[in-house]
Every structure is written in structure tokens, then in C-alpha cells.
């Protein structure tokens, strides 16, 4: 890997302020998802590591709360302004480990630092408030406190990011953090530390720990010190963690799985909205939570959107993400990759027609074509489950209520899109869908300064905004007496 600054491609785990290998010596190979070589091999940290990386934040944290707020705000900038100056050498880094395409993986960077931008600017608007007292001799007033040490658990989809928006928002309200990257995925997280440390955030206040994920899970969801628990990551994963901190009664967020409808109204502009679905649907290849996992189109459109979108997936340009012109990269590995080819099977069986894909010239068993699927029908699995990869399925339907309903039939609540411009319809749709976020004639809905999150079993809490602080804030209230 070519970068301008190695420094920034670390292998050892960050504790304390001080780079280490695990106690084990047991180390972890990074593969790169085009072609299964080694581009890094990290410190397999465990259960012992991760307690004193806890114990490190434990203690740092009681000096990082009481900095001045500008001081913190001072330091995410500097972090934003590193990640900035470095994004090529971080785009590098998350392409080689994670395969999307460099121009995809220079996308998040510029989005992973604007959440630091965001919180430096946030940081200096903790408000508290005055209530008025229900006599005369009280007074109430609130003030906003850090909940303490935050254990942030990530995926490997946008290495970057994620941690990011987790990091960025606990240290402007004054907390530490331990973070677990994704094991396929640790160097980008590991360069945010790097960053970190030059930006001069206090040994202990961020520490990384990659490695033996259930012995570190363990510790982050054992441990009394931990107070907040935040991930980003599978339903099923985000259960069981919620179980796992009920005995400590830890704070927890989840931002957890998605099945986002994808709807295209008859009034729909056809080129905007063939343009929004296919950057919504293969964007990372459609390992994302809030791709579309199902496109609904009404009767009157169905046949020209279906084929301009498909000409428009199969001209997609499949490769290693490294390679100029790349626009879909390979699935994360191998069983990713065979998992959605056997939905796909599994629809095609059941009735669905291939209009794209799956094949492709690619050499490599981690890559999946673009791939558009007709004749789908709700009950398929492909509709039920989140697909986390590049198959589009295609669903038609005739009325706004049909469409409504059919969007909302999910345990999950997290994306939604549609494309309409009749404005009652817009109302209409917007308030009927039951998700944390919807896109409204707009395919790309990720930004720091709007509420990230989903509702039902999609998680709760919300990153990003004037809201991504509040799960990082306890609020205290002080009540005075003897005022006369
Ligand atoms: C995710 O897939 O979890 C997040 C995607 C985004 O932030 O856009």
C-alpha cells in the first residue's frame, strides 16, 4: 500500500495512550477483499487488554469532563483538520481493507471528519436550563454532564465513519472511549488514533482495541465502568448486547439493521429517481443499513423505470476498488458474497426473473454483479431480510395505501425513500412511513448535521445533529432551597 505518511497505518492496539501488542502475541491478518492477501496483521487483543483500556478511560475521563469545552472543541478540530489533510492515505487504508472503490472510501473520510468538525462545534453548546420552581424559597436548574466512559462497537462496512460518529460526540461531551473495531476491518480505526494522539487528546481518553470480539464484548458489556454502550451493527448482534449490559444498566444506542423501501410514485421525475436508486441500492455495494432493500414502483411507471434502471445497474463498472473507474468493489469476503447469491437462487426459484447479474468477469469468489430482480413478491425472503448486497428487487403496486403498507410491513424501522411531487402526497407518505429517516426524492440521506437512527427493531438513538450529544449527556437536576 502506497501512502504518503505510514504512520498512519498502525498495527498494534492503543491503550492508554501507548501503542501495544496484545498479551498474547497473537496477531490478526486484515485481508483484502479483492483478492484474500494480507495487508496487515493487528494485535489480537482480549478480555485483559480491554479491562485495563477501560481502567485507562476510567481515569482519564475525570480530567477530559472537566476541560474547558473549547479545549475538547479545540482537539476535535484539529482531528478533523488531520483527517482532512490526510484523506487520500485514510481512503487508502479503509479501500485495502474493506475493497469499496477509492472514490467511495475518499467520500467517507470527508464524512467521517465532518463529524468531527460537527461535535467541535457542538461542544461548546452543552446548554443546561432554569425550570421554574413550583414555590418561591426553590429554585431548579439543569446541567448536562458526560455519562463517563463509552464502549463504541463498530462495523466493517464504513470502517471509518461509523467510529467517527461515535468518537466525535463522546469526547465533546466529555467522555473516554474504548472502541472494538470490526476484526476485518481495524486499521482505519486505528489511524483515527493516531490522529487523535497528535491532536494532543490525553492518553486513555480514546483507546482501540481489535481482536477476540466475544472476549471484548464481554469486558465492554461487563464492566460496571463502562456507563454507555453504542453500536453499530446487525439486529441479532444488537440483542444480544442490550441483554448483555441489562445487569449493568448501562446507556445504550443501536443503530442496528435495516429493509428500507425504495418507492416511485407515478408522479415520480423518472430520471432522478432511476439516478437516487441506484446510488442508494449499490453504494458499498450494498452493504449498507440504509441501501434499499426493496423498490416499489407504481403500475403506470413500473416498466420504464424498471428498464432504465436496469441498463443503468448492468453498466455499473465492477473491480478492485483501487483501480481508476471502479464503481462497485467486492463483498467483504467470500461467505458475504455466497450468502446473497443464494437469495438471489432462492428468489429466481420461487419465481423472480433475472433482469442483471449476478455473473460478472471478475476473477475473484468475493465479488457479486449488479443485480435487478423482477416478479418479486413481498413474502419472498428477499424481501423479508436485509439483503447486504448488490440485488435489487423490484416490487410493483397500484395505490399510495398499497405502497404505504407494503413499506411498513418490516420489523424494521430505519430508511425509507420515495419519489413523488404532488406535495399532499409528500405529507402524506412522509408522515405514514414508520422509519427514523426518509429520503424524499433523495437516494443519499447521510450527513453530520442531520438525526441518524431508526425506530422498532432498527435500534434507538440518533448520531449526528444537535441531537447526537444527548446520548452521550446525563442531565442532572439541582435543586436549591432556602432561596428568599
Ligand atoms: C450504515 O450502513 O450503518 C450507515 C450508512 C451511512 O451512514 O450512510
Redesign the pocket.
Known amino acids: 500500500m502506497q501512502l504518503s505518511n505510514s504512520s498512519l497505518l498502525r498495527t498494534q492496539a492503543y491503550v492508554d495512550g501507548l501503542w501495544v501488542e496484545a498479551d498474547s502475541g497473537e496477531r490478526i491478518a486484515v485481508a483484502n477483499p479483492v483478492n484474500g492477501a494480507v495487508v496487515a496483521e493487528v494485535a489480537r487483543c482480549s478480555g485483559a487488554e480491554t479491562r485495563r483500556a477501560i481502567l485507562a478511560a476510567e481515569r482519564a475521563q475525570l480530567d477530559w469532563r472537566r476541560r474547558p469545552a473549547k479545549e475538547r472543541a479545540d482537539a476535535l478540530r484539529r482531528i478533523y483538520e488531520a483527517m482532512t489533510a490526510h484523506q487520500e492515505d485514510l481512503a487508502r487504508i479503509l479501500t485495502a481493507e474493506q475493497g469499496k472503490p477509492l472514490a467511495e472510501a475518499r467520500v467517507e473520510i470527508a464524512y467521517g471528519a465532518s463529524y468531527f468538525e460537527w461535535f467541535a462545534e457542538e461542544a461548546r453548546r452543552i446548554y443546561g436550563d432554569t425550570i421554574p420552581a413550583p414555590s418561591t424559597d426553590k429554585r431548579i436548574v439543569t446541567i448536562k454532564q458526560p455519562v463517563g466512559v463509552v464502549a463504541c462497537i463498530t462495523?466493517w462496512?464504513?470502517p471509518n465513519?461509523?467510529l467517527a460518529r461515535k468518537i466525535a460526540p463522546a469526547l465533546a461531551a466529555g467522555c473516554a472511549v474504548v472502541c472494538k473495531p470490526a476484526t476485518a476491518t481495524p486499521l482505519s480505526a486505528l489511524a483515527i488514533a493516531v490522529l487523535a494522539e497528535e491532536a494532543g487528546v490525553p492518553p486513555g481518553v480514546v483507546n482501540v482495541v481489535a481482536g477476540d470480539t466475544r472476549a471484548i464484548g464481554a469486558e465492554l458489556t461487563g464492566h460496571p465502568a463502562v456507563r454507555k454502550l453504542t453500536f453499530?451493527g446487525s439486529t441479532a448482534v444488537g440483542k444480544a448486547l442490550i441483554r448483555a449490559c441489562a445487569d449493568t444498566v448501562k446507556r445504550v444506542s443501536m443503530?442496528l439493521g435495516g429493509n428500507a423501501p425504495f418507492i416511485v410514485f407515478d408522479d415520480a421525475n423518472l430520471e432522478t429517481a432511476v439516478q437516487g436508486a441506484i446510488a442508494c441500492k449499490y453504494r458499498n455495494a450494498g452493504q449498507?443499513?440504509?441501501s434499499a432493500n426493496r423498490i416499489l414502483v407504481q403500475s403506470g411507471i413500473f416498466d420504464a423505470f424498471a428498464d432504465r434502471f436496469t441498463a443503468a445497474a448492468r453498466g455499473l463498472k465492477l473491480g478492485d476498488g483501487m483501480e481508476a473507474g471502479t464503481e462497485m468493489g467486492p463483498l467483504i469476503d467470500a461467505s458475504a458474497a455466497s450468502g446473497v447469491r443464494r437469495m438471489i437462487r432462492e428468489a429466481v426459484s420461487e419465481g423472480a426473473t433475472l433482469m442483471a447479474g449476478p455473473d460478472h468477469d471478475m476473477k475473484s469468489e468475493t465479488f457479486v454483479g449488479p443485480t435487478v430482480l423482477a416478479g418479486v413478491t413481498p413474502e419472498m425472503r428477499i424481501c423479508r431480510e436485509e439483503i447486504f448486497g448488490p440485488v435489487a428487487p423490484l416490487l410493483r403496486f397500484d395505490t399510495e395505501e398499497e405502497a404505504i403498507q407494503l413499506a411498513n410491513d418490516t420489523p424494521f424501522g430505519l430508511a425509507a425513500y420515495f419519489y413523488a411531487r404532488d406535495v399532499g402526497r409528500i405529507y402524506r407518505v412522509g408522515e405514514g412511513l414508520e422509519f427514523g429517516i426518509v429520503g424524499v426524492n433523495e437516494g443519499i440521506i447521510?450527513n453530520a448535521a442531520a438525526p441518524?437512527g431508526g425506530v422498532k427493531e432498527s435500534g434507538y438513538g440518533r448520531e449526528g445533529s444537535r441531537y447526537g450529544l444527548d446520548d452521550y449527556l446525563e442531565i442532572k437536576y439541582l435543586c436549591l432551597g432556602e432561596i428568599e
Open positions: 462495523p462496512n464504513f465513519a461509523m453499530t443503530e449498507t443499513c440504509v447521510s441518524f
